[in-house]
């Protein structure tokens, strides 16, 4: 990615920072070859316009040879600087600061990063990469727990993907106050997967396994149909009960249907659990 760092004059200051503050926060900074602290300012700044992923704009003007924009500003010493945020100035600082006072400005006028990758997110879901917002929603979340947009961007993926049981939870804990018209929307959206999911061969079976003499046979069956309809976790803890009895079942066909259930989702959570019980039969 390449950083946004500029040198700027009178003839691109509108356009760099008047116009640019209004995409990400710009950090005009007046500095002076003769200046120490400057030498070391800058340095300083560029390394957290890096170490934040491009996330302000540093805009530097060197007052040896910008008099109209010093002028402009009233410079008085340097190094001086402006934080401009939606065209306006809203903070800035003068002389030598600290690292940590450094961080902490342009941290404060930095967006959510959590509601960043939420926005990222929509995106990815809107085009259709549904795996892509997933992931994406699930940095976010590590980055906010709480967020409730987070929360039903994330669930709204999970149906999506047919995920319905990694839906579900999410959509249980939303508090009232931020049950919206997309959580009305996604709790209509998981009653009818649900009710799809419910087979009537699921049905038969799940009622066949409470009464059946034959226990693994009937688990199997099940397992299949679970799969059928995307219902991975239950399929994946019926088929290592019957494993866990005999690992070769139905001649290895029952293994091999819990290794293509672990290529084709993609939890990470689900699939590392499942891998690991797995390995823990063949070993």
Same mark, same amino acid.
């Given at each position: ?28 900074? &007046? ?13 300083? $700044? +560029? ?5 934040? =992923?491009?996330? &302000?704009?540093?805009? %530097? ?8 924009i010093t002028q402009h500003f009233e410079i008085k010493s ?14 800035? &600082? ?5 690292p940590e006072f450094l961080n902490e400005l342009i941290k ?17 879901? *809107?085009?259709? /990469? #549904?795996?892509?917002?997933? /992931?994406?929603? #699930?940095?976010?979340?590590? $980055? ?8 039903? *961007?994330?669930?709204?993926?999970? $149906?999506?993907? =047919? /995920? &319905? /049981?990694? *839906?579900?939870? +999410? #959509? ?39 009464? *059946? ?17 995307? %219902? ?37 959570a689900l699939v590392s659990e499942y891998r690991r019980k797995?390995?823990?039969? $063949?070993?």
């Amino acid at each position: 990615m390449q950083a946004d760092i500029f040198d700027i004059t009178a003839q691109d200051f509108q356009t760099v920072v008047a116009e640019g503050s209004k995409n990400k926060p710009v950090l005009v900074v &007046f500095w002076s070859s003769q200046c120490n602290i400057c030498n070391t300012l800058l340095p300083a $700044l +560029i390394q957290l316009q890096h170490d934040y =992923g491009n996330g &302000f704009t540093l805009a %530097r003007v060197n007052c040896d040879t910008e008099h109209q924009i010093t002028q402009h500003f009233e410079i008085k010493s340097v190094p001086t600087a402006y934080m401009f945020v939606n065209g306006q100035g809203v903070d800035g &600082f003068a002389g030598e600061q600290t690292p940590e006072f450094l961080n902490e400005l342009i941290k404060k006028h930095l967006p959510d990063p959590a509601l960043s990758l939420l926005t990222d997110a929509q995106t990815l879901f *809107a085009k259709g /990469e #549904l795996v892509e917002a997933k /992931e994406t929603l #699930l940095q976010a979340q590590t $980055l906010n727990e709480q967020d409730s947009q987070i929360k039903l *961007a994330l669930a709204q993926v999970y $149906l999506a993907l =047919g /995920e &319905f /049981e990694n *839906a579900k939870p +999410i #959509l249980t804990i939303i508090p009232e106050a931020d049950q919206s018209m997309l959580y009305h929307s996604l709790i209509s959206e998981l009653a009818a997967t649900e009710q799809s999911s419910q087979t009537p061969e699921i049905t038969a079976l799940e009622k066949a396994l409470d009464t *059946a003499q034959v226990l693994p046979s009937v688990q199997y069956q099940l397992a299949l149909q679970y799969q059928l309809v995307k %219902r991975y976790k239950e399929a994946l803890n019926l088929l290592y009960t019957v494993l866990s009895t005999d690992l070769g079942y139905d001649n290895g066909e029952a293994k091999k249907i819990m290794l293509d259930i672990l290529e084709t989702t993609d939890d990470k959570a689900l699939v590392s659990e499942y891998r690991r019980k797995l390995y823990s039969l $063949l070993y």
